[in-house]
């Protein structure tokens, strides 16, 4: 398989008052194509900013990360919107669902963006959300469900422009224990059923190594061990 992330010393350094903070310091690592891989480690350790950073809603102060052979450090602003509406679908731990519009107006927002036909947008919507499990919450708003069918929805509208990699930051932070393994199982099916290339940060380590390909361990912005996960053990 051929590496689809390619991180190469990427550096971040963030100005905070007269202090220069380095979230990510020379970080290089690959991932391939379908694999599952979790980023795990303590708050404050760079995780997120990784993510944000391959998710395209953030640029590294220095060095390379690649993307389907594209290296983002490089891409203007026109090209990074392109990124985050084609290439990669992101989940985060709060939902960021927009309240006043149901399950299946949120799933099918990216698909305007994207410039699909609305009978089309319709369709798909409703087949991500009853792919997701929430064939019975079409038409519910956000107020209206549970913090895990939230979440389901917010998998979907990842989904929703056949994105190649599905970034996830905390799915599960908060949710219960018993909701949260339901997510997980979500993310690990949508993985081996389609192939789907997912990078997770986590601080629920069991659940990752029983889950992903490898866990990325990272402290002070760097990536300072590997593991192989449990799923092809």
Avoid: C
Avoid at 31 to 44: H, K
Wanted: net charge neutral; aromatic share 2%; proline share 3%.
């Amino acid at each position: 398989m051929s590496a689809l992330v390619e991180a190469i010393d990427l550096h971040k350094h963030y100005q905070k008052g007269k202090a220069e903070v380095a979230a990510l310091r020379g970080v290089s690592f690959a991932v391939e194509a379908g694999e599952f891989i979790s980023l795990v480690g303590r708050s404050g350790s760079g995780k997120s900013t990784l993510l944000n950073i391959i998710g395209g809603l953030d640029t590294p102060s220095s060095g390379e990360l690649r993307v389907g052979g594209r290296n983002l450090a490089a891409m203007d602003r026109e090209l990074l919107a392109r990124h985050r509406r084609t290439t990669v679908g992101m989940i985060f731990q709060s939902f960021n669902l927009i309240p006043s519009r149901t399950a299946l107006e949120n799933v099918a927002l990216p698909m305007i963006f994207a410039g699909m036909e609305r009978p089309v947008r319709s369709r798909r919507a409703a087949e991500l959300l009853d792919l997701v499990g929430l064939d019975q919450r079409h038409t519910h708003k956000p107020a209206e469900l549970s913090g895990g069918e939230a979440q389901r929805v917010a998998i979907a509208r990842a989904l929703a422009n056949d994105p190649a990699i599905l970034l996830a930051d905390e799915p599960t932070g908060n949710l219960d224990s018993h909701t949260a393994a339901g997510i997980l199982e979500l993310l690990a099916r949508l993985n081996q059923e389609r192939a789907l290339t997912i990078l997770m940060v986590t601080h629920d380590q069991p659940s990752a190594e029983r889950l992903s390909d490898r866990l990325l361990h990272m402290l002070d912005g760097g990536i300072i061990g590997e593991e192989r996960g449990g799923r092809r053990a």
